[in-house]
């Protein structure tokens, strides 16, 4: 008997493609754009006859507050085996899933990676992360999380890569390529067996939610869409990122899933996109509540026809579509296209050749001591040293730590959000990895557990404080209106303080958190973000000095809640900050400066930049810029050299200085190395509200230093007769 072509392996996917196609009914088409959550026995008739062609994998529309989902490969054979042999097509379904920072090997959180500022180091976490989730039977993985965010007040800042689109940019394509395994720049004819399809989210904007509040209205101009919140997603679907999630809220009273000109002008039409885009959960039928869709079927007409390809757990395409599409009111050829998206990444994926997973495999796949290893030098990398006035690093022998705070000896408050598969059992507390690090003659004392703890501490070398945020006080539907740290916690460090020992504090926490007085009060501050599984042991690593702390802030810190919105790349605004003038943007009860800018962190070395020079060929567009970088301390370390670009004058104003180069040095002490970056048309140019390059003549200016407070700079400008020239050379 011959086997149909869209089943034969030897035919090209288009081929197949359009075989199986005209096979489909009306129905059997919607139900490819049909997903649904955590198929059961209770679903198996609607598998059977072809209406539901994705399974989500949670268990609530917010799987990352749930605690400790589990993935059933059986169960997942099982309703796969129901769909291609007992459905008339034999149409696998794709099984999704939230892997957001690590899988069962927990990753520190997203905003953590970010300050690690490698993307070699997120492309290795989340390939660890896509082999031990498909060994588990997931396809597709609804990460990486691109959306900038300038609030810390929303929770979901944890998920994303921070406020700056060229450093999220590198990293989301980092990211896709981890999941991937894809080294081209298009979407895989075939994914690698032991990765999965990643999913750009949330398209696009959302982190701009007024007031810091998740899901709330957005208004975002054009001008800022193409150069900030759609820069993270075009780098990801340049890097061939397989599917887009199409966010909840609304720009300018538009929807994102009934957002025509952002799914399909710019997403599809302009970016070329060839993979499907998903709604968030409910985001289609959401319509109704927005209030541009009258009923579920004008909300599947909207959604399907501004561009979402799949309706995410609201069924609203498969009880819709097909009775549009009959009376005419709705497209067949839109309804095929969503179509095709669809199964061009099922038979990529290889679902129709192997459509069950291996229920035994993870065993040989997961929590591997490789990528324990991977996880605790992101873990350690990403940690960002705040304050030091040489407390730090602590020797391990003839010493006596008090160990206090809240987060000292806790398990899943180190995952963070998002963490579906990790299991709290599995986690270092810092409590452990200290103890597990101790030489000779050394006692830990852990000042909650013991009488007298006044006592005890006077009579301890140092006190070591671990406190910040639960995992509960970030991630999705978890906005706080304070950045300031949870109630009780600067008084305990202050009451620590009259103790008259050395203080060390390390803040876990999924946000930038007010450490004014923490500052005051304490000799170190360590910042480490929800570091993840390794993450007790990442902090000890750095402690006691066996990695020198090289984290970045990828999102500004600032001093007070009432701050917000502060981010390093605004515009300058016709009365910009000098310190010494009234009348500009500031306010009369607080420093205009953040606590700590973006890009800043310490190390237990010094660095110095200088010798800064830009250079020009006339006859190329690029302007070099080296500078030489020195560890001017007495031990190694890594510090990222950073280099900034203003557009001095332009049609539109343009912010005062934008992120376009980095670069991690290792240097021995003592050590110079001279860096380079070459600023070409990308770096310098903009977009306008269409999303077009726009490269215009005029004088720009350059820095490159620690910390986008870099003040090593040059002019160069780009002549009316677009001839690239240096003006001032540099320091
Ligand atoms: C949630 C989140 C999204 C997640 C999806 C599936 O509501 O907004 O990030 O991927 O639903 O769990």
Redesign the pocket.
């Known amino acids: 008997m011959t086997i149909p072509a869209y089943k034969n392996p030897a035919l090209t996917v288009s081929e197949r493609i359009e075989d199986l196609l005209g096979r489909m009914t009306l129905k059997e088409k919607a139900g490819q754009l049909n997903q649904w959550f955590n198929l059961g026995p209770e679903h198996y008739d609607m598998v059977r006859k072809g209406e539901i062609g994705s399974d ?1 994998l ?1 268990g609530s ?4 507050n749930s605690p400790q989902e589990r993935i059933f490969a059986r169960r997942y054979n099982e309703v796969q085996k129901i769909a291609v042999t007992e459905s008339r097509l034999g149409i696998p379904l794709i099984f ?1 899933r ?1 892997v957001i920072h690590g899988y069962r090997t927990v990753a520190p959180i997203p905003l953590g990676m970010a300050a690690a500022w490698s993307p070699e180091l997120v492309q290795a976490a989340n390939t660890i992360a896509a082999r031990e989730a498909r060994a588990d039977g997931v396809h597709w993985a ?2 990486p ?1 691109l959306d900038i965010a300038r609030d810390p007040r929303w929770g979901r800042v944890a ?1 994303g890569f921070g406020e700056d689109p060229f450093l999220a940019g590198k990293l989301a394509a980092a990211a896709v390529r981890g999941f991937q395994g894809n080294d081209q720049d298009a979407i895989p004819e075939r994914f690698p067996v032991d990765r999965v399809v990643a ?1 750009a ?2 398209f696009v904007g959302y982190g701009a939610a007024e007031g810091g509040r998740d899901y709330n209205t957005t208004e975002i101009t054009r001008q800022t869409l193409h150069n900030v919140y759609l820069a993270t997603f075009k780098a990801a679907i340049q890097s061939g990122c397989g599917t887009v ?1 199409s966010a ?1 809220h609304d720009i300018g009273g538009i929807p994102l899933s009934a957002h025509r000109y952002l799914l399909t002008e710019v997403l599809k039409e302009q970016w070329g996109f060839g993979g499907f885009v998903v709604s ?2 409910g985001a289609v039928w959401e319509l109704t509540n927005h209030g541009i869709a009258a009923d579920a079927g004008h909300a599947a007409e909207l959604g399907c026809g501004a561009g979402v390809d799949m309706d ?1 757990c609201s069924m609203v395409y498969l009880n819709n579509l097909p009775d549009l599409v009959q009376s005419g009111k709705f497209s067949e050829e839109r309804l095929d296209d969503a179509v095709r998206r669809v199964l061009r990444i099922k038979f990529a994926l290889g679902l129709f050749e192997s459509p069950y997973v291996d229920a035994d495999a993870s065993h040989a796949v997961h929590l591997l001591p490789e990528s324990l290893a991977v996880m605790r030098r992101l873990a350690a990398d990403s940690m960002v040293l705040l304050k030091n006035n040489g407390v730090l690093p602590l020797r391990a022998d003839h010493l006596t730590i008090c160990l206090g705070g809240p987060l000292a000896d806790r398990r899943k408050e180190l995952f963070g959000c998002w963490t579906i598969d990790g299991r709290d059992e599995e986690v270092t507390t810092l409590k452990e990895a200290i103890t597990g690090r101790l030489g000779a003659e050394t006692r830990l004392h852990h000042y909650e557990l013991v009488d007298d703890a006044v006592k005890l501490a006077r009579a301890s070398d140092v006190m070591i404080l671990a406190i910040g945020e639960s995992e509960g006080r970030s991630g ?1 539907d978890n906005c706080t209106t304070t950045i300031d740290l949870p109630a009780g916690q600067e008084a305990l460090v202050e009451s620590a303080r009259r103790m008259a020992i050395p203080i060390v504090a390390v803040v876990f926490g999924g946000r930038p958190l007010n450490l004014t007085r923490v500052m005051d009060w304490a000799d170190a501050v360590l910042f480490a973000w929800h570091p993840g599984i390794t993450g007790g042991l990442g902090v000890t690593d750095i402690l006691f000095g066996d990695v020198n702390p090289s984290g970045r802030l990828p999102i500004t810190f600032p001093r007070s809640t009432g701050q917000i919105p502060l981010y390093y790349n605004h515009r300058s605004t016709g009365r910009p900050l000098p310190r010494n003038s009234r009348r500009h943007s500031r306010y009369i009860d607080a420093l205009d400066s953040p606590l700590f800018p973006f890009g800043f962190g310490l190390s237990y070395t010094t660095f110095t930049y200088g010798n800064l020079c830009a250079t020009a060929d006339p006859q190329i567009p690029e302007i070099v810029v080296t500078a030489q970088v020195t560890n001017t301390g007495d031990r190694a370390g890594t510090t990222v050299a950073q280099c900034y670009v203003r557009d001095v004058v332009a049609s539109v104003a343009r912010p005062v200085r934008e992120l376009k180069g980095f670069e991690r040095v290792f240097l021995e002490a003592g050590q110079s190395k001279t860096i380079l970056f070459r600023l070409g048309p990308q770096e310098v140019s903009y977009l306008d509200d269409n999303g077009h390059e726009v490269l215009e003549p005029g004088r720009f200016q350059v820095w490159v230093g620690g910390d986008s407070n870099a003040d090593l700079g040059a002019d160069f400008e780009i002549t009316p007769d677009g001839r690239w020239g240096v003006i001032d050379k540099g320091e």
């Open positions: 989500l949670a529309p917010t799987a990352g999704g939230d609804f990460s999380m998920e999913c989210k949330h999630m909840f968030d959960w995410m999705e």
